[in-house]
């Protein structure tokens, strides 16, 4: 049986469509810091494999302004989470990362690819949360090596869609902006539409986001789930952009 943790997310309810028969906890039903929590959970016989999608996530106001506890938190389940998988011998774990990881311009180059994940550090705008998922990559690679465990992990596109956090201070950019549409629709205020799809077009070809049930979408994604010992990470791409 597969566990995903971050059940109540925006990924975690998409993967809900195409997996409706596997483990979903919340935040509420599994606390991911609480190391006993996690080790009971984890050791349920029926679990062999864990998809972790959990992570403490916002916008860039709000990894500017809490930088060191979202470095903290997310460090904190994602070691926990690795370490008691391994201890309860799960056959694969495959964690999701983000487009965050990656270097700042600077030190790498267009388009992206995995190999460039550890070449420079990420913007300085949310290094705390990006350093924290980089290490994932790192923790999982080494557990491999030591362990010979099938930690892998995915780095998506960024990603929007239902269950998505469309909070204007706290919300990643495309959520905030649906809000603003949404909000200048209800209260008639054509100006703020204006504003909110001229901003909309501006981002079109520089930022490339992706509907979360397109991208697990059996037909429009592949998850490359390779297990040989030297790969650091799988894709998760998709043909839609």
Request: aromatic fraction near 10%; include cysteine.
């Amino acid at each position: 049986m597969i566990v995903l943790t971050g059940g109540g997310g925006l990924l975690g309810n998409a993967f809900k469509k195409i997996l409706p028969n596997e483990l979903y906890p919340t935040s509420k039903q599994l606390n991911l810091r609480n190391q006993i929590d996690v080790s009971n959970y984890l050791s349920d016989s029926k679990i062999d494999t864990v998809i972790h999608l959990a992570a403490k996530v916002g916008g860039v106001k709000a990894n500017t302004d809490f930088v060191s506890d979202f470095y903290t938190y997310n460090s904190e389940i994602n070691q926990k989470v690795l370490d008691y998988a391994r201890i309860a011998k799960a056959k694969k774990v495959v964690s999701l990362l983000s487009t965050c990881v990656y270097p700042d311009a600077p030190y790498v180059t267009f388009p992206l690819t995995e190999d460039q994940l550890h070449m420079g550090p990420p913007h300085s705008s949310n290094f705390g949360y990006a350093y924290a998922k980089r290490m994932i990559d790192v923790m999982s690679r080494a557990n491999r090596l030591q362990y010979g465990c099938n930690f892998i992990t995915a780095i998506p596109n960024n990603l929007y869609g239902e269950s998505d956090n469309f909070d204007l201070e706290n919300g990643h950019v495309i959520p905030a902006i649906i809000r603003k549409i949404w909000e200048s629709k209800i209260f008639n205020k054509p100006e703020n539409m204006e504003l909110a799809v001229n901003l909309l077009n501006r981002l079109s070809g520089k930022k490339h986001s992706l509907y979360s049930s397109i991208c697990l979408s059996k037909n429009g994604s592949t998850i490359w789930m390779h297990t040989e010992q030297d790969r650091k990470s799988t894709r998760l791409n998709s043909s839609h952009t």
